[in-house]
């Protein structure tokens, strides 16, 4: 962006008379609390929308005036709708204003933001982690200074700037940083942001009477009426009508009949464009089509377009005429822009575009749109410039830059053999970018030619990630999809076959595509022809066998732990196989192995993922804490990165963990899950669903609303019922059932499991057969089962060992050996507490009681007044981390850092981070003793 752009855009109406300003008290007063908030200390954004002319400009020019006046640096971005496909075209013009900040940024965060700008040629590693680097430059730039960033036209701002400011948007709050973003549509690019809305209405009759009279004293009554009808509010229109009156003699302002405001108000500056000379026009007309381009190109592509020299000479007459600023090419108003557009004939602007694109040689994706919007017709050369944009947007971090440009590509192209390979490309783009309507077009566009195997391969793989936690899929198209992946792979593309593999198991993990659709998946999955020791095959077997294949699988996964990973993506799935295979110690370790090459990547959708499968593992291990730890940083990512199935997934290990240690919150968090998992039958959230509530109402007595709840997991017919997951719940079944007199259908349940332990190792399946054998068994035979049970528990899963000794306690009790029970019911009861699974030791406390003794409620350990974030904050600090380095691994600013520490060190009693150390050894020490 030229300098004359930048200061044009700071000076946009802000010069114009103050009485555009008018009725916008309310307003100003907002802007300015926002500004002042930011030169406090704490940062915050908001978005200015309104219809065109409305006065967002130069309200936003007042508050920014101001700002600079009291010391605020203000940095400003304008969105041009030709440069709406070019990725990170509106964050390069506020880097480029705070690039002697580059070279202080971490080493990982420099690079990919010097790479999504353009200052290098290297791939953007995330899109993520360009976000991080922008916030942290940004962050930086405020400790200088106060900072206000104002985004113009921010409806025009391509997607990947867009998706970089929300990431800033959300994470500013404790830095002296404001951001204020102006656009007419509120679409999902701002709304997915989260950025609250400042809406601006029309201007009072009283007021826009007041602001009428000011420009066009002296009006007859009856066309100030017509005037301040047709207006209709609008500063801008109040403004401009009267000068279209005296200057065309109202023809197009008031043109009778109901047409919109917008086109009326275009039509005000179609009408001055008409009247001047043709090389003025020319050069309007140019610069309406080429953006931020400079004053240069336009001149010499007018020369082109006239076959005569065109001057600066030319610019004067639309100056005169109040189309264009004085200060530069900038026109006054952005309808300006349009009305030329629209005022052109299709062949003129395509005449245009040829024009511009012989003036941008050195400027290849500028010239390739510019080429393409020249054409009228295939074009294969126009086609293959678009595909090697879009090459080139995809190494800067711009999926929907990329989409556009591979849309257009594909309309450009005649061969069907190419066409389809682009339709392809564009719909594995659009579901990349979670546009899944425009996927599921360009693949039906795609399916009308023939397609290669390769391509019915790509094909397959998008429509199966389409219905994806579903359980519509049918289980004969699933497991042909597995066995056409194996055929891609052995052709050459191994990647894309594992790809399409994953897309068929993910059916067997959200739906139920039955028996003999999972048989057939599981033998595609060892017949594909990759490294065994893959972490991508190894997960993909265990995801689709884990029974059948139990051991060996399970033996797989653990040797995982050993080998190093080239490839985060993939080994992030072998904390969630491990899930299936009923492993939950397994299934934290593996998680938590993915997740710092995750971070350091800006991977954050797969980063959602390995938190969820963290949480989870550590839900069911009962570790409160570490499950609370990722499951609040899972959420926020999976709201940011757009997966509301991982969203529903860790609502549901929310009200699991609630569940465990007695929060109230379990009905609630249990609800959550359910509205998003249920209409789509997403099997996994709604079998932890109903865990969740049937562990909640057998920790409050109300067995026989525990067995309820908790049978639905183990009933084939019930949207809820999940083959793998239930092992997990065998235990609890069976109590609520010989609690509830409802013995003989648990006795049923488990004749029906017996088999599938004898083909798999899986902890949870064991570990609740054999505690549920003992909670069926007569007397005689009990305690010697009780002790089998308790034996049988791996050492890494103490809260399953503590539950047993419950169980076992509370029989002892029952058969009149109180000193015995005490033993082991205290046991129970110290794992419980330290665990923070406090409804648990409510449990071990009533029996102990029952037992003729009592255990002191324990005082929450200090860490347990911590939020979540707070917790990750300290045990970070605690490890030597600055706070740089913290925000780095959490993807905020040092500041937010800074102001979690501050908050917790009174609740931890210390005064230094040094002391943090010592804090949180002293509870974990305490859980290892226990367990």
Not at 116 to 131: F, I, K, N, Q, S
Request: hydrophobic letters at 45%; proline letters at 5%; one cysteine or more.
């Amino acid at each position: 962006m030229s300098r004359a752009r930048q200061v044009a855009v700071e000076k946009r109406e802000f010069g114009m008379q103050r009485r555009a300003l008018l009725g916008r008290e309310t307003e100003r007063r907002a802007l300015a609390a926002l500004v002042e908030q930011a030169a406090s200390g704490s940062g915050g954004a908001v978005a200015v929308h309104g219809s065109p002319g409305i006065g967002k400009s130069a309200l936003v020019a007042e508050a920014a005036a101001r700002a600079a006046e009291r010391g605020t640096r203000v940095i400003t971005a304008v969105g041009v709708q030709s440069e709406e496909h070019v990725p990170c075209a509106g964050l390069h013009q506020l880097v480029h204003q705070l690039r002697d900040g580059i070279d202080d940024l971490p080493a990982p965060q420099r690079a990919a933001l010097r790479a999504a700008v353009g200052l290098a040629d290297e791939t953007v590693p995330d899109l993520y982690l360009v976000g991080l680097a922008a916030l942290t430059l940004l962050s930086d730039a405020a400790v200088k200074a106060p900072l206000l960033v104002v985004v113009e036209d921010a409806h025009w701002i391509d997607r990947a700037s867009l998706d970089v400011l929300g990431f800033v948007a959300r994470r500013i709050e404790s830095d002296p940083l404001a951001l204020v973003a102006v656009t007419r549509f509120l679409d999902d690019r701002l709304t997915g942001a989260g950025l609250p809305v400042l809406h601006l209405d029309p201007l009072t009759d009283e007021v826009s009477g007041e602001l009428l009279d000011s420009v066009a004293p002296g009006l007859g009554q009856q066309v100030r009426r017509r005037l301040l009808a047709e207006a209709a509010g609008n500063p801008l229109a109040l403004t401009e009508l009267p000068v279209a009156l005296r200057a065309v003699g109202g023809a197009y302002a008031l043109t009778p009949g109901p047409l919109p405001l917008t086109e009326r108000l275009e039509r005000t500056f179609t009408a001055r464009v008409s009247r001047l000379p043709a090389d003025t026009r020319a050069v309007l007309l140019l610069a309406a089509l080429n953006g931020d381009g400079t004053m240069d190109e336009c001149l010499a592509a007018a020369g082109r377009m006239l076959g005569t020299a065109v001057d600066t000479a030319a610019l004067a007459p639309a100056v005169d005429a109040g189309l264009l600023e004085p200060w530069g090419m900038v026109f006054r108003h952005p309808l300006v822009r349009s009305a030329l557009h629209h005022a052109a004939t299709a062949a003129e602007r395509q005449a245009a575009h040829a024009a511009l694109t012989s003036q941008l040689e050195g400027q290849p994706d500028r010239r390739a749109w510019h080429r393409a919007a020249a054409t009228a017709g295939p074009d294969e050369h126009a086609a293959r410039d678009l595909v090697l944009t879009a090459d080139r947007a995809l190494r800067r971090g711009g999926v929907a830059a990329a989409l556009a440009a591979l849309r257009r590509a594909a309309e450009l192209t005649a061969d069907p053999s190419a066409r389809a390979d682009r339709l392809l490309r564009a719909a594995e783009l659009a579901l990349e970018s979670g546009q899944c309507e425009a996927a599921a077009h360009l693949l039906g566009q795609a399916r009308s030619h023939d397609l290669s195997v390769r391509n019915r391969g790509r094909a397959a793989w998008v429509d199966i990630v389409l219905v994806e936690g579903s359980a519509q899929g049918e289980g004969t198209a699933t497991a042909e999809l597995a066995e056409l992946a194996v055929e891609v792979a052995a052709s050459g593309e191994p990647a894309l076959g594992l790809r399409m593999l994953w897309g068929a198991v993910l059916h067997c993990f959200w739906g139920e595509p039955g028996p003999a659709a999972r048989r057939r998946i599981a033998v595609a999955a060892e017949r594909m022809p990759v490294d065994a020791d893959n972490a991508g095959v190894v997960a993909l077997r265990a995801y689709c066998a884990p029974v059948e294949r139990g051991r060996a699988a399970l033996e797989s996964l653990a040797a995982q732990l050993d080998r190093w990973s080239e490839d985060a993506d993939w080994d992030q799935l072998l904390g969630s196989a491990a899930v299936m295979m009923g492993a939950p110690a397994l299934a934290s370790r593996l998680a938590t192995r993915s997740l710092d090459a995750l971070r350091a990547r800006g991977r954050l959708s797969m980063l959602a993922r390995a938190l969820c499968v963290q949480a989870g593992g550590a839900a069911r291990l009962a570790d409160v804490r570490a499950a609370q730890l990722a499951a609040e940083e899972a959420g926020e990512l999976a709201r940011e990165t757009g997966q509301p199935l991982v969203h529903a997934m860790v609502h549901a290990i929310r009200a699991q963990v609630a569940a465990v240690c007695g929060d109230p919150r379990a009905q609630e968090w249990a609800a959550e899950a359910e509205r998003t998992a249920l209409p789509g039958g997403a099997r996994p959230a709604l079998a932890i669903v109903q865990m969740a509530r049937g562990q909640e109402a057998l920790c409050q007595g109300r067995y026989g609303d525990a067995f309820g709840h908790l049978l639905r997991v183990f009933e084939p017919a019930d949207p809820a019922f999940h083959p793998w997951l239930r092992f997990y719940g065998v235990a609890e079944l069976v109590e609520a059932a010989v609690r509830s007199e409802s013995a003989e259908a648990a006795r049923d349940v488990l004749r029906e499991l017996a088999p599938l332990a004898e083909q798999t190792p899986s902890p949870a399946l064991l570990c609740g057969l054999r505690l549920g054998r003992a909670l069926l068994s007569p007397p005689d035979t009990a305690e010697q089962l009780y002790r089998e049970a308790l034996g049988a528990v791996p050492v890494d899963w103490p809260f399953e060992r503590a539950r047993v000794h419950l169980a076992l306690g509370a029989w002892l009790r029952r058969h009149r050996r109180p000193a015995e029970s005490r033993v082991v019911l205290q046991a129970a009861c110290e794992v419980f507490d330290a665990l923070g699974a406090s409804a648990w030791s409510q449990r071990a406390r009533q029996e102990l009681r029952a037992a003729g003794t009592s255990s002191p409620r324990q005082d929450p350990v200090a860490v347990d007044r911590l939020t979540s974030t707070e917790l990750h904050v300290a045990q970070l600090a605690a490890q030597g981390l600055t706070n740089r380095e913290i925000g780095e691994r959490l993807y905020v600013s040092p500041r937010t850092v800074s102001t979690h520490l501050q908050r917790m060190f009174p609740k931890l009693g210390v005064t230094s981070r040094g002391e943090l150390g010592a804090v949180l050894r002293s509870t974990t020490t305490y859980v290892e003793d226990v367990g």
